[in-house]
């Protein structure tokens, strides 16, 4: 008898983790071989986690494909006064920039 989504839950969890770690593609965290071969073992028997790794492999493909043209100083200079040094007034946060 297959097991649902809902009873297998906490091997999708781990899955969608993995499967966010192999994305990231991090070489510094790589995933083990025994962990590749249970995630592939899940995606066999679960349709759901296996149409989740897919599609947010094509919006990374699609993602990746996108210029990577540089902003101009100006807009940088700008995001930087809307945001980090507008904060940096707030006694809250306690640092100048």
């Known amino acids: 008898m297959k097991r ?3 009873e297998d839950g906490g091997m999708c969890e781990q ?3 993995w499967t966010h770690r192999l ?3 991090d070489p510094r965290d790589p995933l083990s071989a025994s962990d590749l071969a249970a995630r592939d073992r899940h995606f066999a028997g679960c349709k759901p986690c296996r149409l989740e790794a897919e599609e947010m492999q094509q919006v990374q493909y ?3 494909s996108l210029s990577m043209d540089a ?3 100006s807009i940088l200079d700008s995001v930087l006064e809307q945001t980090v040094r507008r904060r ?3 006694p809250f946060f ?3 920039v």
């Open 88 to 90: 940096s007034h707030n």
């Open 4 to 6: 649902t989504r809902q």
């Open 94 to 96: 306690g640092f100048m």
């Open 71 to 73: 902003l101009p100083d």
């Open 62 to 64: 699609q993602l990746q």
């Open 15 to 17: 899955v969608r983790a």
């Open 23 to 25: 994305l990231d593609a």
